[in-house]
T-cell receptor
Framework: GQNIDQPTEMTATEGAIVQINCTYQTSGFNGLFWYQQHAGEAPTFLSYNVLDGLEEKGRFSSFLSRSKGYSYLLLKELQMKDSASYLCAVRGGSNYQLIWGAGTKLIIKP | ETGVTQTPRHLVMGMTNKKSLKCEQHLGHNAMYWYKQSAKKPLELMFVYNFKEQTENNSVPSRFSPECPNSSHLFLHLHTLQPEDSALYLC?????????????FGPGTRLTVL
């Protein structure tokens, strides 16, 4: 079957660094996505990885290892506004549909 | 108005009612999606329209009926729903059809079925 796993909830301190992991098992692979969703709002796109390695975009970085079926989202210099759910999604086979994880709720404490 | 918009933002309906959710985008995108989001569960893809043609119907009950009259508008018609259908319904769109990388989401309709 197809499966995306990520931790349900994480807590971190303002100014610190946090890494949110995502593991996946899918039939086919055509890219991995990270989205941010604040409570009561729409998910917004953060990053896209299709090749192995690290993609850096400001305070956020995303890493992919296709051989391990593993990705992480790294958030640096955490701010209170980073409190949100972070959704991992994999585009599987030929139909381009996204398979979504349940999301990781990140709580930032002062 | 820019981005993806959805109306209404909140909806409460009885099990015998008929209502419709509306999604609109003027981004020039060619693919549009309906998702269901329930608490602590992954997003569930319900329907996909690619260049106005329905390409996916992921085993969604017939009490949900989509309509895509043009590439900018998407509707979800609801009738005889069940309490377990209460959820956040999200619309999304992508440029360049379903092969587009970034999905742009609307704010969602919070549906409560009594």
């Amino acid at each position: 079957g197809q499966n995306i796993d990520q931790p349900t909830e994480m807590t971190a301190t303002e100014g610190a660094i946090v890494q949110i992991n995502c593991t996946y098992q899918t039939s086919g692979f055509n890219g991995l996505f990270w989205y941010q969703q604040h409570a009561g709002e729409a998910p917004t796109f953060l990053s896209y990885n299709v090749l192995d390695g690290l993609e850096e975009k400001g305070r956020f970085s995303s890493f992919l290892s296709r051989s391990k079926g593993y990705s992480y989202l790294l958030l640096k210099e955490l701010q209170m506004k980073d409190s949100a759910s972070y959704l991992c999604a994999v585009r599987g086979g030929s139909n381009y549909q996204l398979i979504w994880g349940a999301g990781t709720k990140l709580i930032i404490k002062p | 108005e820019t981005g993806v918009t959805q109306t209404p933002r909140h909806l409460v309906m009885g099990m015998t009612n008929k209502k419709s959710l509306k999604c609109e985008q003027h981004l020039g995108h060619n693919a549009m999606y309906w998702y269901k989001q329930s608490a602590k569960k992954p997003l569930e893809l319900m329907f996909v329209y690619n260049f106005k043609e329905q390409t996916e119907n992921n085993s969604v009950p017939s009490r949900f009926s989509p309509e895509c009259p043009n590439s900018s508008h998407l509707f979800l018609h609801l009738h005889t729903l069940q309490p377990e259908d209460s959820a956040l319904y999200l619309c999304a769109s992508t440029p360049h059809g379903v092969q587009g990388n970034e999905q742009f989401f609307g704010p969602g309709t919070r549906l409560t079925v009594l």
